[in-house]
């Protein structure tokens, strides 16, 4: 949306913007208040998702987190934040492009880099559902595409 | 349209009022921010300098497809043929100066010493500026590092993208920053060669990095007419040019 607004008022810079060019804005601000309550939701609810995910993929895998002899829960505990906490931000703020250009290419390089594909695909799997628990029938759809994206792109 | 930063030495007076004077602003409210590669957020615009810095406090300089082709065919119309090697060096200097300077920002911004560092996690923390930068995205080919080898795909190499399809590998600039920078880095002798191109009809370019034998070797079936698959295979194998 900050980026829209952005071009907008480039575009629109010494006229008046159109009715389409609008558009954006009055579908932003419609749902405005269930972003916030959506954002408000999941940073209120971080820990227990966290908790709940982590559950969810020892249930799945119980050595999911350990690679020889080294433990890698607090780590991979600490990027599921990272990624919940910027996820939250992009749907706040209706911006995919940036969570995708600033974030989740890079990380999937990361991600390749440690060889974590296998890990990353299950968990990126289980976050969007246990997110959803947190969510209302109504901000749940704001979340969806952000979850998709991220799934996506590190999940593949 | 790409662009390339002034690296930075220590201890020189100049590098020191650079330092002193361009701050990225974003890098200093969030100084262990990891995740700082899209252009906006890597490189910073100052309207009112008509500056470009990056993350590193260092002076960008955007340049357009037509200056590439200048300096491409510039050079080539000063020294020939001996074009493609000058390229090379230029580029093989830039990687021994660029080992330098990611040394002190990676264990700035990881603290943690680069030797004691997963070497494949190191080499995405160096070449995420270039791919940010619009040299291209690449792909790292370490199975054969053991044997004093390894491979780079280049998707969307600035040279090759620029020149076209021109029949013949371009991307010396890249082979020489491959060679520097893997030179610098582990402290040892290593040459570089492109065995396949985008400017040659191909959908990607393909380096070898390693010792000078396997890039003696290589260039020899090169020049024998091998392809790059066919020259993989032997390195692979195990086969260098009999003596």
Redesign the interface.
């Known amino acids: 949306m900050l980026r829209q607004l952005e071009k907008l008022s480039l575009e629109a810079d010494g006229r008046y913007a159109s009715t389409e060019e609008l558009e954006f804005l009055k579908n932003y601000l419609a749902a405005a208040e269930q972003r916030i309550s959506a954002y408000e939701k999941i940073r209120d609810a971080e820990e227990k998702i966290l908790d709940q995910v982590e559950q969810q993929l020892r249930a799945k895998s119980p050595h999911i987190f350990r690679k020889g002899n080294q433990d890698y829960s607090a780590v991979c505990r600490r990027d599921r934040k990272h990624v919940l906490r910027?996820a939250a931000a992009a749907m706040l703020f209706a911006d995919l492009d940036?969570l995708r250009?600033?974030?989740l290419?890079?990380?999937r390089?990361?991600i390749?880099?440690?060889?974590d594909e296998k890990v990353a695909q299950v968990t990126y799997q289980v976050l969007p559902q246990v997110v959803n628990q947190v969510l209302s029938a109504e901000e749940a759809p704001l979340m969806q595409p952000v979850m998709a994206l991220t799934q996506s792109i590190l999940g593949e | 349209m790409v662009s390339a930063a002034q690296a930075q030495s220590n201890g020189s007076t100049d590098a020191t009022i650079l330092a002193q004077n361009y701050r990225h602003r974003l890098h200093q409210i969030h100084p262990r921010r990891t995740?700082?590669?899209?252009?906006?957020?890597y490189l910073q615009f100052d309207n009112q300098r008509g500056d470009i810095t990056d993350w590193y406090n260092q002076r960008v300089t955007l340049v357009t497809e037509d200056f590439v082709i200048g300096l491409v065919e510039g050079l080539e119309e000063e020294v020939g043929s001996a074009s493609a090697l000058v390229m090379y060096r230029i580029g093989e200097e830039w990687g021994k100066r660029d080992a330098v300077v990611f040394k002190q920002h990676f264990e700035q911004e990881y603290h943690r010493e680069l030797r004691k560092s997963?070497l494949?996690?190191l080499?995405?923390a160096w070449w995420?500026p270039f791919t940010t930068q619009g040299w291209g995205n690449w792909e790292v080919d370490l199975t054969e590092q053991k044997n004093g080898f390894m491979f780079i795909n280049i998707f969307d190499s600035v040279v090759a993208r620029t020149l076209g399809d021109v029949g013949k590998p371009v991307c010396y600039i890249y082979a020489g920053l491959f060679a520097g920078f893997f030179t610098g880095l582990i402290q040892k002798p290593l040459g570089c060669i492109e065995l396949q191109c985008y400017a040659m009809g191909e959908t990607y370019c393909k380096f070898l990095v390693g010792k000078q034998d396997r890039i003696d070797a290589a260039a020899f079936w090169q020049n024998e007419g091998a392809t790059a698959r066919d020259i993989e295979k032997r390195l692979r194998q195990g086969e260098l040019v009999k003596q």
């Open positions: 910027l940036a250009d600033g974030f290419l890079w990380y390089t990361i390749k880099a440690f060889r | 995740n700082h590669y899209s252009l906006r957020d997963a494949t996690f080499l995405e995420w």
